[in-house]
């Protein structure tokens, strides 16, 4: 294979890499969000008094119920457990999940960081062998 042709498949591939890493990142974004609307639920709940309901089965139906208990709240904790807790207790689980993914979201950002520094790297070589 040429320097040309190697040059090309290994921007092709780091292109592919930082497109992988901007769909992770958005995902992980899109997580972010949902836990923190859980947060703040999950701070409001106490106020919350015996009253009528909306609940989710899945999706988007719902049905109609009681919330007739804040006392304790079922925490999925993954792989079809589910606990359950204290509000306070399930505010902390869900403000470590936050902590956890945000770490997990610096990471990407840091390893999109590199693999754009090596794509514009590239790209003088690759016009250069174009242009000669």
Known sequence: MEERE???YQFQMLQTNADQIKKQT???LMKVEELELAKK??????NLKKSPAFIPIGAGN???GHVDNVDKIMVDIGGGIVLEETPADALKRNNKKIEDIKK???NLTM??????KQLMKLQPEIQKLLAG
């Open 104 to 106: 997990v979201l610096t």
């Open 26 to 28: 958005q995902a992980i």
């Open 41 to 46: 639920s999950l701070e409001e709940i106490k």
């Open 6 to 8: 190697k040059l090309m």
């Open 62 to 64: 719902l049905v109609s």
């Open 111 to 116: 390893q999109e960081q590199v693999v754009q």
